[in-house]
């Protein structure tokens, strides 16, 4: 296992007067998906898109003492999926996933195939994610949103209190997904960008499904894909 302290983490934290809301970037595998741990009590944690290196997932959790109840995904491709189930093992926790996705996690074997990748088989969901769901862990809240485009049912986490969106690969710093995988659509994913995530508060920081953060704002004023 990769010593915890040699880990590539980015850690940030959020200190009000009556609470703290945290969380640790994780990049993982060879197409370095950005995986999300959220907190606001270390034995109540969110993880989002547990995509490669359970390992390394697993050290970052055990270093800061967290247990992860509930594992969200904003889609299906094998690159935000392949340690699901380890963490689901290890840790007895709740998987989700849009339904919609379900088709997406069946064609995971193909899409490892062609990027000449081996990875455990798909995780199969037991429970899904409605479109405005929140899930509340403490004094965490995340709100999912459907934004299908890049799959047909990709989700967005929304955490008010964090002023921040995780938006998988629906939207990323000055580019958007892609749609000529199966099940994508251009159309569908301007428009869940421009109808979904763009009517978000301006200064929301948005954290991605791989490569830097960026915010709201800055999208809508010069994201080339969206003037």
Known sequence: MEPAAQLRLVYIRYAGSRDALE???????????????????????VVIDPGDEPEKIIAALTARELTPTLILNTHGHFDHTGAVDALRKKYSA?????????????????GTKMWGITIPAAPVPLEFVADRQKFTHHDLVVEAIHTPGHTPGSTCYYVEKLNS????????????????FPGGSMPQILDSIHERLLTLPPETKVYPGHGPATTIEAESESNPFLQ
């Open 94 to 110: 709740s998987y989700r996933i849009h339904a919609d996705e379900q088709q997406i996690l069946r064609w995971i074997p193909a």
């Open 23 to 45: 969380f640790l970037t994780v990049p993982v595998g060879p197409l370095q998906c950005n995986c999300y741990i959220l907190w606001s009590d270390p034995s109540d944690c």
């Open 165 to 180: 969106v995780f938006t998988g690969d629906t939207l990323f710093a000055a580019s958007i997904g892609r749609t000529d």
